[in-house]
């Protein structure tokens, strides 16, 4: 397995309780309370297209289709 590195543009897959979500990386940010790195997703058709907050580690490179 390939390790690449999560950035803006990356596609990205998570799970929610929703199930699973399929998205795009619009932005990463440190969070200055822990210094974690979070992820805004934009995943099509689900929150009114606001896009969703994660932390990046449990993000994961969406396989090519």
């Known amino acids: 397995?390939?390790?690449k590195k999560i950035g803006?543009?990356?596609p990205v897959?998570?799970?929610?309780?929703a199930g699973p979500q399929h998205g795009?990386?619009?932005?990463?940010?440190?969070d200055v309370?822990?210094?974690?790195?979070?992820a805004s997703v934009?995943?099509?058709g689900?929150?009114?297209g606001a896009p969703w907050t994660m932390p990046v580690n449990e993000l994961s490179h969406a396989e090519a289709a």
């Open 13 to 17: 897959t998570f799970e929610s309780d």
């Open 46 to 48: 689900t929150m009114g």
């Open 33 to 38: 309370t822990n210094g974690a790195k979070i």
């Open 24 to 30: 795009t990386v619009a932005e990463i940010k440190t």
């Open 42 to 44: 934009r995943v099509p």
């Open 1 to 3: 397995m390939q390790n």
């Open 8 to 10: 803006p543009g990356s």
